[in-house]
């Protein structure tokens, strides 16, 4: 093993010196411990080169960002948008949004990392990419008529699965949403953290618009529709349902439960709260960019016009990724 490796080794065993811990808590310390973790480590992750592990929208270059931009100038106006701060959370080093385009029209520019507090005050602008999918997230199966919760425990120097005698307090004060009955060996990956993590950004004194990108699935298409649940990692654009596998060198997600998200928006008083495909988001609200690439090269396909297919086109990240939105 590296020595990062070792480094999450040690640590988990500690924390499995009293019997398993859940996949949550594995997932937070292999991903987040401090300078060690997937996302707090030197590592580069992001990028379309074999070395790294997947690339996003905002790796593709400029026209995620230009249609972003655009599209929150159509739906917030062009005058409160050169009021705003604009806050990315979950940036990458050195390949934030804004750091692909030469100019921008908000006041100011804020960047959140992974794992740092979430701070947001006065007229802002929230936007992340593929941050919720990259936070801890529980994974339940139903066994014998009862759902289950899958933990990781340390036996004779390995990791292994085993299930918990109970369900972590965050799982069971949840148990009324589970599905009562399901296929027996039906799995779940509930990705509790989001929640809390928009319950925190909407205490804030904060007003304007809040924006997610990722790919995810409503609860009902979680509970009826995928019964290997949605967990997976990644490791040199090579995806894999070993999650105990190249601890702090492999990233580990699972697609977001949009429906309780959507609710916590609606239930803070957001008004046009809207949850979409990224194709019909951009399609909506970025037009005059898609428009003006494509006059660009109306006789050839350019890069920029080829980049703007990868993200709209239902194909490839138009279907596959959402956005979720709303106005305070």
Known sequence: MSSTQDTLFDRLRTCC????????????????????GYYTSERKRVGRTPQRDFYT????????????????????????????????????????????????????????????????QGPVIIFANEWLDALPFHRLIYRDGYWRERAVNVLEDQLVE???????????????????????????????????????????????????????KTWQELTQNCPSGTARSYYKHQQSNNLLNRIGEQDITCDVNWSPLQSQLINSKLRNVTLQSQESFFVHHGHKVAEIIVSESAWSLSKRRQTLMELIHPAHMGQRFQALWGIR
């Open 162 to 216: 085993v299930l918990l005698d109970e369900l972590t307090p965050a799982v069971a004060a949840q148990i009324d949403r589970l599905p009562g009955h399901a296929p027996d060996g039906y799995e779940i990956d509930l990705p509790l953290q989001t929640e809390s993590a928009l319950k925190e950004l909407l205490s804030q004194d904060w007003n304007g618009l809040i924006l997610f990108f990722d790919y995810g």
């Open 57 to 120: 929208a905002e790796s593709l270059g400029p026209v995620f960002a230009e249609l972003v931009v655009t599209s929150v100038q159509d739906i917030i106006g062009e005058s409160l948008a050169r009021e705003s701060c604009f806050i990315e959370i979950a940036a990458e080093p050195g390949v934030d949004l804004l750091s692909h385009i030469d100019s921008h029209p908000f006041a100011e520019t804020k960047l959140i990392r992974h794992g740092q507090a979430l701070q947001a």
């Open 17 to 36: 010196a009293d019997g398993p811990i859940s996949y949550c808590d594995f997932i937070n310390t292999i991903l987040y411990t401090k300078d060690y």
